[in-house]
């Protein structure tokens, strides 16, 4: 007889026999992978948390008992068992819950998370409100060792432990990030592990924790105990569990670096075999650079796979690679100090992240001028969740002084871009690097700082840039059909100066100024431009995402809601030639 | 005789025997305390660096041997050490150089820094360059204790540990940041300490460093063997000295915090007395509110002085103030986390630090929508250091989605926002606190979604955000007086959101607005003016700050070059209304 049938909430768990949870975990497991295999999601994270995530709910009372789940990749479990197993056992509801905590969704999470390192600081807020309020309640910070790396999460520990009430930080060893764990932490992790907690030089002691050790953190007979033990604990507390990744599925148990998140089914990777993209274009610039010149670098926070960098390239690479863990602050100032040393760095990171090193970019780098390379991945308007969007770069870094930064349309100009930053010794340079590749015959014109003009007409001027340069011409293509004006189509490439040469040549024979940017029009490209013609005659329509948070929404929704389709740019493009007659 | 007279590089140092080096400790410290008194400056931690940094240039060989100064607040006798002694015993040229490292002056300084927490990452950078390079040479950290506590260094820690090779991290303790230190490391360094660093639960070896304790860091006999031992380490290595802030010094050393900065000769604190400031109209009606309300918390990244959280409000504040230390970006989520759980926390940070947490107030701030309050000081166009202007705030903040921005320009505004902020239970909201205070008999309109037009005129109106609305009036008077026409004046108040109506409204009988702003105009308020003015007959001219960095230029000079007096921005006017005839 199936346990899971009768489990609706925590109350529900709570009526069985501690004798019946491993079953109980056993079908969880089991429609964990059924569902993942389904819908894709993260795999590896979710099956080792299973049997911890049931004990949780077993000994402690949520919501009253608060859990935040760091980053929240493992958060399947939890959501599960709080009334959302619908999303994981009927296929009409398979999609109806995100993949991260999200208090919109139940009362038993408390946070939007799915950037790392945030739950002990985040937990430590709540903590800090219970006693301000009298309260009383454990609060509950459940965070995986790749998570530990990040900076967020150490200053949250150093805090913590100072609250003199109650905080328990459970901590999921599974001895790896998305890739394999770095930096010297994790030794003192592999000691206590090997120690069984009993290693007298213990990282979350130095802090002052109170300290437990489970073994098997997938087995809840081990569990029950200290948890129950640490209930309503008046000391801030670590729980350090070790976990199996990927536990129960062979595969992921087996690569635990391919079973962190699963594809969906039907999602065929061979349809992509031989297709060229970006990951495979810049790793192969960079493997040649790297052979002929040993300061040639690339450094990733611990994100490699997503930008392409893959088993086989970092086994080329050798010591020309550098994972710095889930670790963006320190990935931009080791950048910036490789190249002032005269090596050539290249980080690759995705532009949601590359928001936690904001004061890096500009403080530890732009400041002091060090010629380091930023190549910003997924980045853009996208169906992602709302805490991986990356819409905000263009303000982000547009707007910093110091930094060249550039958003190639074509594969030839990327290219071009990429081995420039490389070599030049001058200047940081951002390069946004676009999702599909797009071949162009039309030479690369190598002064950046430039826009080209791809296309010369009169009247109407149309800036795509990046990425949106196809809009541009798509857009022009429909404006000549439609009122038979040809307009001049340019591809501005660079985001943190104008060209005002071109700009102030428009005027002489253009009346109506586009510019199109693929991320939020508040602060970005287009504003500049609009600034720029403020005193003239120039009208200038910009579009560009609305400043906003967009969870999950598809490309196409978006496009039609913030006016991007080219039918709708013509459109206002009339409008605005009525108005202006 | 004067050992100091014979210094002018480290070379010339190498030249004294060993038994010399306390006297030219002993000269040195005089030269920075006379010097200090006059000029201003960090006191009380270049005082207790004295002997360490002789000894390390009397062991090392810089630059070959790389210093990395983190913070830099301790680099004065570095400064002297290499070719800028002038700028310590010749009061013609005390104000040559900064108070930071700065690799324009001297080869010796090899980043520009003023933020904490940064040299780990940026030596560890310099040293993989090194291996890259095949070269040999000691790369050395120097890092208090107080920077300690930010995240980027733990990133930095816990990457050199892995680093394989030769980086040496010079541990400063003197058992303060700028105010005592928070945070459960500092259990295990007083352990160290205690333990004559022999104690076997050790933070430093939990990464996996070599370890080595220096009892007396202001005793250059301890220090030299030490350094000795370790120069050519092949190892990450830490070399923990315990030294005495404000050595030399009685009431540095009495009075830490207060000797951490010592202001110039002739600044007469008691002119200020009596004067109100935002600092005192913030802390009195923080501690009114705290005490009708248990869940009012203030919170300071270890910045408690510099936003007026005076001694005397923290202790009257007691468990409603919270120090973090250096830790912005839990700082942040910190205050999520209460406001999440019912509390009211009021985070007082300066622009420039909180950079530092720009990830922070996005993901775990603004996307939650929890109601904490930030208040943004020492913002704005000023004569400080690089590193520490507060001039892109505007943009960083006023283009993140979920958040409200204030800039208030009076102080019935101001306490009039501040007092909503607290209060409300709806959203994050930022308060840009101005510096000078004027009070204003125009009724506060309390619907800070809307630009409140505090003179009605036509033709030509005038935006003045903030602390410039001041500018925006003169302006205004000035332009009545020399082209009688009246401006309309309008205090926009908010610029995270445009009050669209008002907007609109000035369509109708006006032809050109004026936005003035005090910050950098790239991504800020007066270009979101333009774009919404983009497809109309609206003339606009934006002015602020230039996108550059401003490293200690008086402020006058910085507003002659951007044209932000009154008579430019007149002038500017006159101009486009020709133009637009």
Redesign the interface.
Known sequence: MSCLNSINSPEDLKKLSPEQLPALAGEIRQTLIDRITITGGHMGSNLGMVEATIALHYVFDSPKD?F?FDVSHQCYTHKLLTGRKDGFVDPAHFYDYSGYTN?QESEHD??????TA?SV??????????????ETGNVIAIIGDGSM??????????????LNSNIIILFNDNEMSISPN????Y??FARLRRSKGMA????F?????DYFYVEDGNDVEQLLPVLRQIKDTPR?TVVHIHTQKGKGLAWAEADREAGHYAMPSGFDVSAFAGMESYDSITTELLLRKMEKD??V?TITPATATITGLTAEFRQKAG??F?D??I?E??AV???????????K?VLMITS?FL??A???V???L???GNPATILVYVNGLSPAD??HCGV?DI??L?????LVCLAPAFKEEYISMLDWAVEQTETPVIIRVPSAVISSSTPVLTDFTKYQTVQQGGGIAILGLGSFFPLAQETGKLLEEKTRIQPTIINPRIFSALDKETLEQLKASHSIVITLEDG?????F???I??F?????M????FGGD???SDRVPLETQYQKYHLTPLQIVSAIEC?MK?SE
């Open positions: 608060k935040v208090p408390h946070f939007l998370v799915g950037h945030t600081s985040l937990a430590t807020g709540l903590a800090k409100a219970r006693d301000l309020k009298g790396s990040g900076g967020e999460a150490f200053e949250g520990l150093n805090n913590a432990a100072m770095q930096g010297g932490m030794q003192n007298e030089c213990n990282f002691k130095s802090f002052g924790f801030p040993p300061t670098i010591n020309q550098v710095v863990g670790a602050e320190h100032a080791f950048a910036s100090g490789l190249a002032k040393n005269g090596a760095p949601s928001q936690r904001y004061d890096q500009i403080q530890d732009a400041l002091n709302a805490t905000f303000p982000m547009g707007n910093i002084p110091g939020v029009r508040s602060g970005g287009g504003e500049k609009a600034a013609y403020g005193a003239s005659n009208k200038v329509l910009s400043k906003e948070f605005c108005g």
